[in-house]
Antibody, heavy 122, light 110 residues
Framework: QVQLVQSGAEVKRPGASVKVSCKAS????????IHWVRQAPGQRLEWMGW????????KYSRNFQDRVTITRDTSATTAYMELSSLISEDTAVYYC???????????????WGQGTLVTVSS | QSVLPQPPSTSGTPGQRVTVSCSGA????????VNWYQQLPGTAPKLLIY???QRPSGVPDRFSGSKSGTSASLAISGLQSEDEADYYC???????????FGGGTKLTVL
């Protein structure tokens, strides 16, 4: 079955960087994009950006443009999200999700990874 | 990134019908299809409704979605205790060139 399995929880100091992985299985990795979404404690979902699994092209939310880097390793069928210059407000659960694309106006996330808790604390 | 307004909470008793609204703009809901995600407590979001009104296999037909103009709605009929969760609408925004989520609605089954 299609599955996204993320790396484990992280604790980071302010100013550090964190890199979260998302291992895909059960489908052809290069045929789909992977998106990243985060959720601060008790807060809504917030879209961060995405990577094309085939050509590696990326697009980032303006809110994270300067601090986020999304990459992928096709041989490992794994996508990565690195967030730099961490602050306490970056404490959140980070999710990866596969995009099902039917057209520019019809696309959705399925499935989602289980989430990775990143805690930023001094 | 902008947020699509949703009521922060709603509630109902078992067997009742509840609706959750999601408001948008011409650049998002007015142009693109809306999806809904269910997030049970302590778990990752799960696809509930895609392309405005389509249910993935395994989702009961008690859940239905609709869209009109720049607004969308999720309806849950025959409410059950296991429906207690947060519900998020989501849609691609052509102006922002990214995905926007609703603020989320917490459903309580009384």
């Amino acid at each position: 079955q299609v599955q996204l399995v993320q790396s484990g929880a992280e604790v980071k100091r302010p100013g550090a960087s964190v890199k979260v992985s998302c291992k895909a299985s059960g489908y052809t990795f290069t045929n789909y994009a992977i998106h990243w979404v985060r959720q601060a404690p008790g807060q809504r979902l917030e879209w961060m950006g995405w990577i094309n699994g085939g050509n590696g092209n990326t697009k980032y939310s303006r809110n994270f443009q300067d601090r986020v880097t999304i990459t992928r390793d096709t041989s490992a069928t794994t996508a990565y999200m690195e967030l730099s210059s961490l602050i306490s407000e970056d404490t959140a659960v980070y999710y990866c999700a596969r995009l099902i694309w039917r057209s520019s106006s019809h696309n959705w996330f399925d499935p989602w990874g289980q989430g990775t808790l990143v805690t930023v604390s001094s | 990134q902008s947020v699509l307004p949703q009521p922060p909470s709603t509630s109902g008793t078992p067997g009742q019908r509840v609706t959750v609204s999601c408001s948008g703009a011409s650049s998002n809901i007015g142009t693109n299809a809306v999806n809904w995600y269910q997030q049970l407590p302590g778990t990752a979001p799960k696809l509930l409704i895609y392309t405005n009104d389509q249910r993935p296999s395994g989702v009961p037909d008690r859940f239905s979605g609709s869209k009109s103009g720049t607004s969308a709605s999720l309806a849950i009929s025959g409410l059950q205790s296991e429906d207690e969760a947060d519900y998020y609408c989501a849609v691609w925004d052509d102006s922002l060139n990214g995905v926007v989520f609703g603020g989320g609605t917490k459903l309580t089954v009384l």
